[in-house]
């Protein structure tokens, strides 16, 4: 909760900026869309669900990277540096079967992992040539707080033997994280397609967050990267 007020005064302190720039300020909206590339298993801690998941589960990693899509308001800071705040959206998922055990007519046991995240996000770049140059490149860096919801339905081996049908445990909350950033824009009159890259980091705490049977992990890794499309319009 600490972590998370901070970060609320960062984001309100960079909104600050951004309510308040000259008249004279650039002012543009940035739509993105791309996908979300969440952080593989060899890169996350090993209390996270997904990892301890795989001690009882086969699935694919790699069915979690899904696209995403969002758009943020920009406001230029001189020639070379602008503030922004943003709003995004990603869901992927990926299906699980037990590794061990099968149903009595030898039935794969067959569940659902699924995680949503809204970011929302404060950031600061910098650009090297600058708001009026033919290319422009930049890179950037801020805060990202993270809406979160994981949840795993379907068939589940109970700790008795016996088989769970149809059950739902779910868990939602908000994580704060750093954001970093690089990018490319190429101005053609007001628009400016573009091309980005950002890093994100946060995670999410399940215990005692869940609506059915404890989950095996202890928290959810909501890092990775996004490839994104972007479309800049000035204002």
Known sequence: MRRILLSLTAVCFVAGFIATPVASAQQSVNIWVGGFVPNGLDARASNDVLVQDTNVFLFNMNRFT??????????????????????????????????????????????????????????????????????????????????????????????????????????????????????????????????EIRWQHAKGDLPGNGTGNPFLGTVIDLGGFNYLFTFNVRF
């Open 66 to 195: 899904n696209p995403t899509v969002g758009g943020e308001w920009l406001v230029a800071l001189g020639d070379h540096f602008e503030a922004g705040a943003g709003l995004g959206y990603y869901e992927g998922s990926s299906p699980a079967i037990d590794r061990d055990f099968v149903d009595q007519n030898g039935f794969n046991i067959a569940a659902n992992f699924r995680m949503r995240t809204v970011p929302f996000s404060a950031t600061f770049r910098a650009l090297a040539f600058g708001h009026h140059a033919p290319i422009q490149p930049y890179v950037g860096a801020g805060v990202g707080i993270y809406a979160w919801r994981y949840s795993e339905t379907g068939d589940f081996v109970l700790r008795d033997g016996t088989i769970s049908r149809g059950e739902v445990n779910t868990a939602t909350g908000a994580a704060v994280g750093p954001i970093v950033l690089g990018g490319v824009r190429f101005p053609i009159g007001a628009v400016a397609p573009g091309f």
